[in-house]
Each structure stands twice: as structure tokens, then as C-alpha cells.
């Protein structure tokens, strides 16, 4: 069992550029969550969705979008990246409110 | 503004003490829930909570459930290094489904 699974690991990209961070579950679960994590700042939630097909913002939602064409797979794009999006980004997926994380994608913009 | 605030941000302690975490928020959550994360790796589950007023049990830690639905605690008797982690708290905002993190607690056990 796989569990979570986030592609990249790893990426940095230039001012402007975009790209889109793959979550993968295996577990069936009906909703799936992007977190990105700050020094100091613990979880903040980007987007989350409630099953396939859905999506929904959650606290710091500007400047990503997100797809859930898949149950399995969440999205999560950056159109134009900024500096400020220089974080790790977690993905979950959750069932009856437990979440389980993947491994983390550490992103940087320059 | 995080809706769940945790205290202390930072904690050093040598081992063999006690310590008390804090989650604490104006809003309600129908259950809370105590994650550990290491460094390089996503947080893992200690406990959920679900009933106001509820204490849970985990050998060494104990968790507690504010009456209102509003806060928890979590405590660690006699931590150990192997208890050195980022301590979070989470919640399902009440009816809603946005799963939300406190701010954190980074916990340090020196030997």
C-alpha cells in the first residue's frame, strides 16, 4: 500500500513559471486536501476537495488551482509563481476526519 | 489569522520532565486531533478526540478535550528525545469540511 503519494519531491522554478504538483491516493478516500507549511506557520490549507469532481477553498487559496478529475488524484497548479509560494506543500487524503500526509513537495521560487 | 492557536511555539526541555501543550481556538470543532510530524516527513496521527470534556490515554501522553469543543491539551510525562517532533493539533471546523492545523508546538528532548 502506497498510501500518498506526491510528485515532485523537489523543484524550483523561476518568477512566472507554472507547474502542477501530482497527489496520489490509494486508499479510496473521498477527500483530499493541499496544505503548504511555513517556518513557524504550521498547516495552512489551500484547497481542499470532497470527492471527485469537486473543489473548494480553503485558507490561503490565491494564486493555486486545483482539479479533482480523478478520486485517486488531486491536482494542485500555480499559474504564475511568486517568491512568496516558496513553502513545502502536503497533500492529504482523509476518512472520517483522519488525515494521512504524503511526503511533502519542497518547492522554490526565484 | 489561524483559527487554531498552539502554545508554546517552542519547547526545550531535558528528559525526564513534564510538559503541557496548548490548542486553543474562538471557534467549535466537532473532534480534535494530535498529529507528529519529523523533519522531511508529513504529520502522522497520535489521537483524536471527539467528545467535550473527553481524556485520552497513550502511554506517556494524555490528551484532553475543552468541555466547549474549543480547545485541547496534550501532556507528556518523563519525555524521552525520542518525543522531539513538531506537535500539531487539527480540526474539522464545526459543519464544515475544511480540515484546519493549529500553528504548531516544535518540542526538543535533550538526553
Known amino acids: 500500500n502506497a498510501g500518498v503519494t506526491q510528485t515532485p519531491k523537489f523543484r524550483v522554478l523561476k518568477t512566472g513559471q507554472s507547474m502542477t504538483l501530482l497527489c496520489a491516493q490509494d486508499?479510496?478516500?473521498?477527500?483530499m486536501y493541499w496544505y503548504r507549511q511555513d517556518p513557524g506557520m504550521g498547516l495552512r490549507l489551500i484547497h481542499y476537495?470532497?470527492?471527485?469532481?469537486?473543489?473548494a477553498k480553503g485558507e490561503v487559496p490565491d494564486g493555486y488551482n486545483v482539479s479533482r478529475l480523478k478520486k485517486q488524484n488531486f491536482l494542485l497548479g500555480l499559474e504564475s509563481a511568486a517568491p512568496s509560494q516558496t513553502s513545502v506543500y502536503f497533500c492529504?487524503?482523509?476518512?472520517?476526519?483522519?488525515?494521512?500526509f504524503g511526503q511533502g513537495t519542497r518547492l522554490t521560487v526565484v | 489569522t489561524q483559527l487554531l492557536e498552539q502554545s508554546p511555539q517552542f519547547l526545550s526541555i531535558q528528559e525526564g520532565e513534564n510538559l503541557t501543550v496548548y490548542c486553543n481556538s474562538s471557534?467549535?470543532?466537532?473532534?480534535l486531533q494530535w498529529y507528529r510530524q519529523e523533519p522531511g516527513e508529513g504529520p502522522v496521527l497520535l489521537v483524536t478526540?471527539?467528545?467535550?470534556?473527553e481524556v485520552k490515554k497513550l502511554k506517556r501522553l494524555t490528551f484532553q478535550f475543552g468541555d466547549a469543543r474549543k480547545d485541547s491539551s496534550l501532556h507528556i510525562t518523563a519525555a524521552q528525545p525520542g518525543d522531539t517532533g513538531l506537535y500539531l493539533c487539527?480540526?474539522?471546523?464545526?459543519?464544515?469540511?475544511?480540515?484546519?492545523f493549529g500553528t504548531g508546538t516544535r518540542l526538543q528532548v535533550f538526553p
Open positions: 478526540v471527539v467528545t467535550g470534556g
Open positions: 487539527a480540526g474539522p471546523l464545526y459543519n464544515t469540511d475544511k480540515l484546519i
Open positions: 486508499m479510496n478516500h473521498e477527500y
Open positions: 492529504a487524503s482523509s476518512y472520517s476526519g483522519v488525515a494521512f
Open positions: 471557534s467549535v470543532f466537532s473532534s
Open positions: 476537495s470532497v470527492g471527485e469532481g469537486t473543489t
